[in-house]
């Protein structure tokens, strides 16, 4: 075995259809050998023939981007057939809507308390002390 020749694994697409990944193969920039989940999901939705047009169609600086959204739309649509990234989206969605009326909700709270004086910490605690002036502040009397 000589020492000039290295051993370079075929990419995920490469070994999926058990051929030699060559110099310049045009899927191994996108489907690392130890990423093979991510070529057989993105064949299994869109097959292979196709993703590659659909790559040679997008602007070489913009194919990283492309290749990561139709991998993320594929394992979609393999986790979920019927609704696939409309169903991540859109669970997604309802989150955003029940958090908003949760920011509302303590939003409205906090100004219900901030409506009422007696809230201030260092006010409260004077009376409670006997030193804020009218109204009792002693054991039984009415600090408020």
Excluded at 79 to 93: A, K
Excluded at 95 to 110: F, G, S, T
Aim: charged share 20%; hydrophobic share 35%.
């Amino acid at each position: 075995m000589s020492s000039s020749s290295s051993y370079n694994p075929p990419c995920a697409a490469c070994k999926f259809v058990r051929r030699k990944c060559i110099p310049g193969c045009a899927f191994a920039p996108y489907f690392p050998p130890e990423d093979p989940q991510k070529f057989m999901n993105v064949h299994k939705i869109f097959g292979a023939s196709n993703f590659m047009k659909l790559l040679n169609d997008v602007l070489p600086h913009q194919r990283e981007d492309a290749v990561s959204s139709l991998a993320y739309e594929a394992e979609a649509r393999v986790r979920d057939p019927v609704y696939g990234c409309v169903g991540v989206i859109s669970f997604l969605q309802q989150e955003v809507d029940r958090l908003k009326k949760d920011l509302d909700a303590a939003n409205a709270d906090l100004i219900m308390l901030h409506s009422f004086p007696c809230h201030n910490v260092n006010h409260t605690w004077s009376r409670q002390n006997g030193r804020g002036g009218g109204g009792g502040g002693g054991v039984g009397g009415r600090w408020w």
